[in-house]
């Protein structure tokens, strides 16, 4: 009892932080105590309050008493040790949160893709996916994880291209996807589907994994055909 104490107190020092914008009402399990993303949030913002505390002693050791042995012991974990733990956490968080659709939708130029992603009376494939929760979550990385900060290094400098072309506003239009999109995407949730089964023939699966025939073709459009907004400058 004391340690699950322990942990909701640690899971509540950040207060609203933790609020899951996903969540509709429905109970927790019994004895919930957060996830691991929010743990690894909770944790590090625990780190860098301590670390500034540290600090705030170890400058009034320093004044007082000088440099000593103690104050050594402390000045290399406030400026190595905690620091580490702290980059460490904010980065394993920061990639996770660049997987939820609020941060594909953080450049403006996506405005137009997340509205129709999140519009029920949309009927593009986005959108069918979002309203029916066929994804539970991070629905944008789900379906373009070749994009994803987990993807490869051309991947990563790509996504800094997209970070330039938003900050300049130099994003052509009508966006246009940078290579043709990949079956496998959709062929990890649906390629051993019962209804998949029952609705493509066998001697056409082939096709569909080689890419030969895309699935956009009798399933399209992904999103909306109308341009997304202009980007704000």
């Known amino acids: 009892m004391r340690t699950r104490g322990l942990a909701t107190l640690l899971l509540l020092a950040a207060g609203p932080l933790f609020a899951d914008p996903r969540d509709f009402g429905v109970p927790q399990p019994h004895g919930w105590v957060g996830t ?16 500034l505390v540290l ?20 000045l290399l974990g406030a400026i190595v040790v905690l620091p580490v733990f ?21 450049c403006h130029i996506m405005d137009g893709h997340v509205a129709d992603l999140k519009n029920p009376k949309s009927e593009s494939l986005a959108a069918v ?30 996504g800094m291209g997209h970070v330039y072309h938003n900050l300049t506003g130099s994003y052509p239009l009508p966006l246009k996807i940078s290579h043709p999109y990949s ?10 589907a019962q209804r998949f089964l029952e609705k493509h023939e066998k001697e056409d699966i082939p096709d ?4 030969k025939t895309s699935c956009l073709e009798c399933h399209g459009p992904a999103h909306a055909t109308e341009a997304p907004k202009q980007a704000m400058r």
């Open 36 to 51: 691991t993303g929010q743990w690894i949030q909770g944790i590090g913002l625990l780190f860098a309050a301590v670390n």
């Open 55 to 74: 600090l705030v002693v170890i400058w009034r050791m320093l004044s007082r008493r000088g440099v000593t042995v103690v104050s050594k012991a402390l």
């Open 86 to 106: 702290v980059v460490f956490l904010a980065t394993a968080h920061g990639m996770r949160e660049s997987m939820t659709v609020e941060a594909c939708g953080g």
């Open 129 to 158: 996916h979002y309203k029916n929760r066929f994804i539970q979550e991070n629905h944008c990385y789900t379906c373009h994880s070749d994009y994803g900060m987990d993807g490869t290094f051309r991947a990563k400098l790509e």
């Open 183 to 192: 079956n496998v995407r959709c062929l990890t949730c649906h390629g051993g």
């Open 208 to 211: 569909l994994l080689s890419d």
